[in-house]
């Protein structure tokens, strides 16, 4: 039997006649057209990681090919990672390498995938030479840029008065930090433009990651990275805030995993300066990094005059807590080394708080990115560029 609806009477099909200018009412405007997709909103950084990592190969080819020396290794006199040791000639014809290495794969994954979806073995290569260039960039930094990071504060306030403090500071803007900084940056561009070529050769929008045929893994829910990413944020601001305990602690005269003998000598340097700086700043950063699961972290609280009620732009606490956590990772690797390296350091009662803190700092880095990630998930909504969401 069929269950289709029968045909109204054809009366019913007609349209109705107009309506006259006395009933007609207001005119309704034209409806306007549909705006057209906007274009990705991270797109420029396929094209600046290409351009960035092809400088820095000319740059350091030059100088390679010049007998001229960079200053990594050993010839940076502020570097104390697990290059440190290396003469500078000696590693300047490798960053030419591993500069040009991060050129091609950059271009690679600039211009790879526009066309459609790519064969998952050209997406593993890419990848592979990207953690490459990345273990490099790595190997190549260490814990300055994050201490600069942590002694700004300080330092914009002590500057004027200390010339010490000013010292330090013009120190931080030598050749030998800028190299760093630079390739930290490019390392950063180069990943965040892989991970895009790899979504749009998964046949997943490059700008939010969500696939084209509506198949999203399970664990990128909001509600799933609710439930990760406040375990991965717990641990991300739990461990600056060990850190920060023992810091503060020796500013208060306590010898928490620190001698007696090293926490007076501390104070009597100005040394406690220093300590509060980077203690305030690891425990600012543990606070906030609570926010990223808290429903502070996406509407203003009551107290911040002037913005009470309104939502927390996403960019607000992603873009901070992607830079800590970049920074973090060279710092914690660093430090391991330093500990476990040609010093040797025992992590006895009167020791451990110096670098005992640090071994986890990688560990930081991924529980910071993790959550911040998870952020992201919970708040991106629809997609400006597929209108997914």
């Given at each position: 039997?069929?269950?289709?609806?029968?045909?109204?009477?054809?009366?019913?099909?007609?349209?109705?006649?107009?309506?006259?200018?006395?009933?007609?009412?207001?005119?309704?405007?034209?409806?306007?057209?549909?705006?057209?997709?906007?274009?990705?909103?991270?797109?420029?950084?396929?094209?600046?990681?290409?351009?960035?990592?092809?400088?820095?190969?000319?740059?350091?080819?030059?100088?390679?090919?010049?007998?001229?020396?960079?200053?990594?290794?050993?010839?940076?006199?502020?570097?104390?990672?697990?290059?440190?040791?290396?003469?500078?000639?000696?590693?300047?014809?490798?960053?030419?390498?591993?500069?040009?290495?991060?050129?091609?794969?950059?271009?690679?994954?600039?211009?790879?995938?526009?066309?459609?979806?790519?064969?998952?073995?050209?997406?593993?290569?890419?990848?592979?030479?990207?953690a490459v260039v990345?273990?490099?960039?790595?190997?190549?930094?260490?814990?300055?840029?994050?201490?600069?990071?942590?002694?700004?504060?300080?330092?914009?306030?002590?500057?004027p008065f200390d010339?010490?403090?000013?010292?330090?500071?013009?120190?931080?803007?030598?050749?030998?930090?800028?190299?760093?900084?630079?390739?930290l940056g490019g390392?950063?561009?180069?990943?965040?433009?892989?991970?895009?070529?790899?979504?749009?050769?998964?046949?997943?929008?490059?700008?939010?990651?969500?696939?084209?045929?509506?198949?999203?893994?399970?664990?990128?829910?909001?509600?799933?990275?609710?439930?990760?990413?406040?375990?991965?944020?717990?641990?991300?601001?739990?461990?600056?805030?060990?850190?920060?305990?023992?810091?503060?602690?020796?500013?208060?005269?306590?010898?928490?995993?620190?001698?007696?003998?090293?926490?007076?000598?501390?104070?009597?340097?100005?040394?406690?300066?220093?300590?509060?700086?980077?203690?305030?700043?690891?425990?600012?950063?543990?606070?906030?990094?609570?926010?990223?699961?808290?429903?502070?972290?996406?509407?203003?609280?009551?107290?911040?005059?002037?913005?009470?009620?309104?939502?927390?732009?996403?960019?607000?606490?992603?873009?901070?807590?992607?830079?800590?956590?970049?920074?973090?990772?060279?710092?914690?690797?660093?430090?391991?080394?330093?500990?476990?390296?040609?010093?040797?350091?025992?992590?006895?009662?009167?020791?451990?708080?110096?670098?005992?803190?640090?071994?986890?700092?990688?560990?930081?880095?991924?529980?910071?990115?993790?959550?911040?990630?998870?952020?992201?998930?919970?708040?991106?909504?629809?997609?400006?560029?597929?209108?997914?969401?």
């Amino acid at each position: 039997m069929s269950t289709s609806t029968p045909h109204p009477p054809l009366s019913d099909r007609t349209p109705a006649p107009a309506p006259s200018g006395r009933d007609r009412g207001p005119s309704t405007p034209p409806r306007a057209p549909a705006r057209p997709a906007r274009a990705p909103r991270g797109r420029w950084t396929a094209p600046a990681a290409a351009a960035w990592w092809t400088r820095g190969g000319v740059v350091a080819l030059v100088v390679t090919l010049t007998g001229g020396t960079l200053a990594v290794g050993a010839a940076n006199d502020l570097s104390f990672g697990a290059l440190s040791g290396v003469p500078g000639a000696a590693l300047t014809p490798w960053v030419a390498v591993l500069a040009l290495v991060g050129a091609a794969t950059a271009l690679r994954a600039w211009l790879g995938a526009r066309r459609g979806p790519v064969a998952r073995t050209d997406r593993a290569v890419t990848v592979a030479a990207t953690a490459v260039v990345a273990a490099g960039v790595l190997a190549l930094t260490d814990a300055s840029i994050l201490a600069r990071l942590g002694y700004l504060p300080v330092t914009l306030v002590m500057a004027p008065f200390d010339p010490v403090i000013r010292a330090a500071f013009e120190d931080f803007l030598g050749a030998g930090p800028l190299t760093q900084l630079a390739l930290l940056g490019g390392g950063a561009l180069l990943v965040a433009s892989t991970w895009r070529f790899v979504r749009r050769g998964a046949g997943a929008c490059a700008s939010c990651g969500r696939r084209h045929d509506g198949h999203d893994p399970a664990w990128t829910t909001p509600a799933a990275a609710a439930r990760w990413g406040r375990t991965a944020a717990l641990v991300a601001a739990a461990i600056p805030t060990f850190y920060a305990v023992t810091r503060i602690a020796w500013v208060l005269g306590i010898p928490l995993g620190f001698s007696p003998d090293d926490v007076a000598q501390l104070a009597g340097d100005d040394g406690w300066v220093a300590a509060l700086g980077l203690g305030g700043f690891a425990l600012v950063g543990a606070v906030l990094t609570l926010g990223l699961f808290q429903r502070w972290g996406e509407v203003f609280p009551r107290w911040t005059v002037g913005l009470a009620g309104r939502r927390v732009p996403v960019g607000l606490a992603v873009v901070p807590a992607t830079v800590v956590a970049v920074a973090v990772l060279p710092a914690g690797l660093s430090l391991i080394v330093l500990g476990f390296g040609e010093s040797r350091l025992a992590l006895t009662a009167d020791s451990w708080g110096a670098v005992g803190p640090t071994l986890l700092w990688p560990v930081w880095s991924l529980a910071l990115g993790a959550a911040t990630y998870a952020y992201w998930l919970r708040r991106r909504g629809a997609c400006r560029v597929c209108a997914r969401g």
